[in-house]
């Protein structure tokens, strides 16, 4: 199991927000202390609160530094060191993590990691196919037998709108293991090596280097139409090379199952008979106990930045899943987004427990002028919620965050900004 990159000055038997301030205050990063300033925000028409903010690189920005398990490309999500800083700190082993927003699984996966139980919610069915495997990994002996006895040269018709960025043999190789998973799924023989492997062709339909199904696309986490597709085949007068989808698969099982030794496998195994993930809508999540979660870490959709539906029109289409009718959360009005995370608030006060607490991730946008923790610590302390500080882990970004106008700190969320919040004892 991967450290976390920071070293507490003090026992973390006894989590809680003391523990967690004592941490933030005193840390340094590479000899830079934390700089505080205090934000005064509206709660509403006749009370205002003043909340501390803190500013410093809380965690490496080193991509490769957590458990290999987490290698899994998804378009704005963090870093599983945002999630461990947290659960480090106020949770013990064996209590429940919950991300309401959960996309590619960062935080349920990392709790599994750190023996707590993860729950986790997603409207999008992608976010299960993309988590689940993980908490339960095969082996890769499991993997290559399974690969080899799957008949990837089985399909027939294939999807000619799809052939801007696969050959057409590779594209038959996908068809045949997406017919062969649903009928897998059909006579109820899909098992957890199925899912595996359907999780990591997920990940490898399209990208930027020969570790992906596809000719050379951008980014490697989304994927563009077929007609964008076209534009960037001509500009850089490509075709699509033949990949070999069973070897590909294997070859990125082997890399995701590299830090995965007998204590990962142990704690994993400890947390999956616990574990709830589920396919729903964070506003109403009837299959948690009142009062169960210790602690929520999550990053809702960002306002007016990231269509998540359309990023993954080529996964579900793998899986069979009609994008246009996910339901996911995309809003350009700040008063609009601002309704529905009170909406999640109010169930979120629900399922946390007393002096429990929320880790709320969100984004600083157009152009640095709107910061959503202002938006969110209303809503918040109108369900119940006591504000506690505002942590702005400040980093450099790199790779495709540059594809979609992240520089620098001056556009986009390029800064982890979150918003902890208690639960009243």
Known sequence: MISSSFTLPFSSIDPGFPALQ?????????????????????????????????????????????????QVSYRACFKPQLPRFFIELLTHPGEFVYDPFMGRGTTPIEAAIMQRVPFGCDVNPLSIALTAPRLSPPTLLQVRERLAAIDFSSADALPEHLLVFYHPETLREICALKSYL???????????????????????????????????????????SPEAQGRINEKR??????????????????????????????????????????TSSSKSTPEIPSGSVALVVTSPPFLNTVDYAADNWLRCWFCDIDATQLGITVVKRLDEWSTIMGEVFRELFRVVR??????????????????????????????????????????????????????????????NRIVVLKRPA
Not at 186 to 201: I, L, S
């Open 22 to 70: 004592r941490t933030i205050e005193t840390h340094r990063w590479k000899g830079r202390p934390t700089h505080r300033d205090v934000c005064r925000i509206s709660i509403d028409e006749r009370r205002a609160t003043e909340v501390n903010v803190y500013t410093n690189e809380f965690w490496t920005r080193r991509h490769r530094a957590a458990n290999s398990l987490h």
């Open 182 to 224: 649903k009928q897998r799924a059909e006579t109820q023989t899909f098992d957890p090596v199925d899912n595996w492997v359907r999780m990591v062709a997920l990940n490898r339909l399209t990208g930027h280097s020969q570790g992906f199904f596809s000719v050379y696309t951008l980014p490697p986490n989304q994927a563009v």
């Open 237 to 278: 007068r490509q075709v699509p090379p033949r990949r070999g989808v069973p070897t590909l698969i294997l070859a990125k099982s082997e890399s995701l199952l590299r830090d995965c030794d007998v204590s990962v496998r142990q704690a994993l195994g400890s947390a999956v008979g616990a574990a709830k993930l589920m």
């Open 354 to 415: 007393s002096g429990g607490h929320v880790a709320f991730e969100v984004g600083e946008i157009r152009n640095g002028q709107l910061r959503l923790e202002e938006a969110v610590l209303p809503q918040a302390a109108a369900a119940g919620f006591e504000p506690v500080l505002v942590m702005i882990n400040s980093q450099h970004f790199t790779k495709t965050a540059n594809c979609w106008g992240v520089r620098n700190n001056s556009k986009g969320t390029n800064t």
